[in-house]
């Protein structure tokens, strides 16, 4: 029998490597004190924030025949990043999204709320999950300091 530790462990480093990798260049092209670690933490805190609350929220919050539909529905929200494509540098690591990209506005914001008042579970789960796609983002603005 074949001895898989050395393997799994040496992948289990790599992926440690990539990840402070991109953690560390991140807080670099930030040019602020924070440093790796601290980057890393915001990266998932962010990217959870988009790809797994939207399922808590669900199951808590819609019927148990339709939570993994209205979760699915939720994380779809992340479609409103596609007016990321309208700016000019697409991405800027010391801009914040909220109030700048039109998908990201106040205005924006007020559709997604009358979403929620509408009597069907799709707009619902749609309108929700806008709302908290904005929460997430500007949580990450402030914790990048560009709120
Ligand atoms: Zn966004």
Redesign the pocket.
């Known amino acids: 029998m074949v001895d898989r530790a050395p393997v799994k462990a040496g992948k289990a480093c790599l992926l440690k490597l990539t990840l402070l990798f991109i953690g560390k260049n991140m807080g670099e092209t930030k040019g602020a004190i924070v440093d790796g670690s601290y980057e890393l933490l915001r990266i998932l805190v962010h990217y959870s924030g ?1 790809f797994l609350a939207p399922f808590v929220l669900a199951r808590l919050l819609f019927p148990k025949e339709i939570w993994l539909k209205a979760a699915l529905v939720m994380v779809s929200t ?1 479609v ?2 596609m ?2 494509l309208l700016a000019d540098p697409i991405f800027d690591p010391n801009r914040c ?1 909220i109030g700048f ?1 039109p ?2 506005t106040i205005w924006a914001g007020l559709v997604y709320a009358g979403l929620v008042l509408v009597p069907d579970w799709r707009a619902r789960a749609f309108g929700l999950g806008a709302l908290f ?2 929460a ?2 500007a949580n990450d603005c402030f914790l990048g300091g560009t709120f």
């Open positions: 988009h992340i409103i990043d007016d990321h999204s990209h998908l990201h796609h904005l997430v983002d």
